[in-house]
Nanobody
């Protein structure tokens, strides 16, 4: 069973930066597509970014140019550097893994097999 543990969330002022990490265990990390979703209060869960097994990144339009997703297969970890944060980025961020590992990765939450517990990101104005 794959386990995903996120870290790095917190409170930051508008324009600031955070780096989220997601440590994976129990599976063949290097073969999975990995991604990030987020859910704000009262809103649906939405795709943020993904990275395929080969390291190519994909982004939602709302974060393109501000967020950078990367992976370190030696450490079984995926990262998301978030810069120029805005109050509308406030949400719980979830790390996800897709065993099927399509290229490009899927953008629907139901296509991902494993989810972390989530980490809160709050951006104050």
């Amino acid at each position: 069973q794959v386990q995903l543990v996120e870290s790095g969330g917190g409170l930051v002022q508008s324009g600031g930066s955070l780096r989220l990490s997601c440590a994976a265990s129990g599976g063949t990390f290097s073969r999975y597509a990995m991604g990030w979703f987020r859910q704000a209060p009262g809103k649906e869960r939405e795709f943020v970014a993904a990275i395929d097994w080969n390291g190519s990144p994909y982004y939602a339009d709302s974060v393109k140019g501000r967020f950078t997703v990367s992976r370190d297969n030696a450490k079984n970890t995926v990262y998301m550097q978030m810069n120029s944060l805005k109050p509308e980025d406030t949400a719980v961020y979830y790390c996800v893994a897709d065993r099927a590992s399509p290229v490009p990765p899927m953008r629907r939450s139901q296509d991902y097999d494993y989810w972390g517990q989530g980490t809160q990101v709050t951006v104050s104005s």
